[in-house]
């Protein structure tokens, strides 16, 4: 029998702090006006002083984790697609692990810009598919707040902070992730890029001094790239998939620009009612903002089994991907009951009591050294 990868579990987290255009514009040379005419964005949410990549992507994991109704410990990998990790190293997928108590789970980070979630998804699929995994937590997350500079008006109108996850598990039969197709053009590398805090350019004051950490786009460039590629990224998956377009029910697409969306789904023949958009309330969450609209369009009973949708993603790298998903579980989903809810805190309470068991254990070894440990003392 063939093994697919479904999803079975979705979760979001989504800051509380709003930031509209108008806020914005009492900030920088701009307009509601403006930025609702040239992107469809009005609003944005901001991170607050405690949160974080990694506390986004842990609450949206653990929301994903209950729909599935799947214990952490069941998990084989967890990948964090994010272009603002918690740290350079170590990975934001690794403080989600120890969060989640997920102690089998291997964890990465993925770089691929705002196609990271896509291209998560697709490594996942196939890591279940060859058997090498069972079950899998893919999370976009993201706090471009902190990498924008609020003073650059291209820029800072169009970024938000948030964070999307799904369980992915190995099940018998034809459906889940039915195709997905990556591709890449470094020659774009320039054209949206945070120029400093790399090999590169290390941090120094005149990196500091030049504004060089933040967020640099070529905005009508990568505008032309994104409307190119998303149509044709979309029919590829499509194609691999062995479907056509009028068997595709939804289209998720990354939330960048309503402009980019409305020229993909004009280039796919695709009526707006078979087109999901959130970036309105968001802006673009970057490698977040597929998996936040994903779960938003489930709730919204936009999904039903049997349905195929299609996720396609494009950002810095210049990267995009796109995937086919034969969806296969029932929605609106029953609320998760409260048995389950109170066993998963109080698991999540002991991975947090096993985090810090380990990290004095590991001060007791410094201290005392080996041999304490091997029973030597
Ligand atoms: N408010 C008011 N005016 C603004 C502005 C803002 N927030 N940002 C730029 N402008 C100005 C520019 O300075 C320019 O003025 P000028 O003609 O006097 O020089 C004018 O508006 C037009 O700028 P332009 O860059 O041509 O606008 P645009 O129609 O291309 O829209 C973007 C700009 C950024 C919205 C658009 O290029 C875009 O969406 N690009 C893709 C970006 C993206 O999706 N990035 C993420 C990829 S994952």
Request: aromatic residues 6%; hydrophobic residues 45%.
């Amino acid at each position: 029998m063939k093994v697919c990868a479904q999803i079975t579990g979705w979760g979001k987290c989504l800051p509380q702090r709003i930031l509209t255009n108008d806020d914005l514009a009492k900030r920088v040379d701009t307009s509601d006006e403006w930025i609702r005419t040239r992107t469809g964005i009005a609003a944005r949410r901001i991170a607050d002083a405690r949160e974080s990549t990694a506390t986004l992507a842990i609450r949206a994991a653990r929301n994903a984790l209950n729909v599935a109704g799947l214990s952490p410990q069941k998990l084989d990998l967890i990948i964090v697609a994010t272009a603002t990790p918690e740290y350079i190293f170590p990975p934001t997928a690794c403080l989600v692990q120890d969060a989640l108590g997920a102690s089998r789970a291997g964890a990465f980070d993925l770089s691929a810009g705002c196609s990271g979630f896509v291209y998560a998804l697709s490594l996942a699929a196939h890591c279940i598919e060859s058997g090498a995994c069972h079950n899998v937590l893919v999370i976009g997350a993201e706090t471009l707040s902190r990498i924008v500079n609020w003073e650059d008006r291209s820029t800072c109108v169009l970024f938000g902070d948030g964070a999307g996850a799904v369980v992915l598990q190995a099940a018998e039969g034809d459906g889940g992730v039915l195709s997905s197709v990556l591709g890449a053009d470094g020659s774009g590398a320039d054209l949206l890029i945070i120029p400093a805090g790399g090999s590169r350019r290390p941090p120094s004051p005149a990196t500091v001094a030049n504004g060089e950490h933040y967020i640099h786009m070529d905005g009508r460039e990568v505008y032309r790239f994104a409307t190119r590629v998303m149509a044709r990224a979309s029919r590829e998956a499509v194609q691999a998939a062995g479907l056509t377009m009028e068997q595709v029910a939804l289209l998720i697409p990354h939330q960048a620009n309503i402009r980019i969306i409305d020229s993909a789904a004009h280039e796919l023949s695709l009526p707006k009612d078979r087109v999901y958009v959130n970036l309105q309330r968001y802006g673009n969450t970057s490698a977040a903002s597929i998996p936040i609209a994903l779960c938003e369009a489930i709730e919204e009973g936009r999904l039903q089994p049997g349905d195929h949708v299609v996720l396609v993603g494009f950002g810095a790298g210049l990267t995009w991907g796109a995937a086919v998903v034969r969806w296969g579980r029932p929605t609106p989903i029953r609320p998760v009951p409260l048995w389950r809810r109170t066993a998963s805190w109080l698991g999540y309470r002991l991975a947090s009591v096993r985090s810090l068991g380990m990290r004095l254990l590991r001060k007791l070894d410094a201290l005392l050294g080996a041999p304490w440990r091997n029973g030597k003392r």
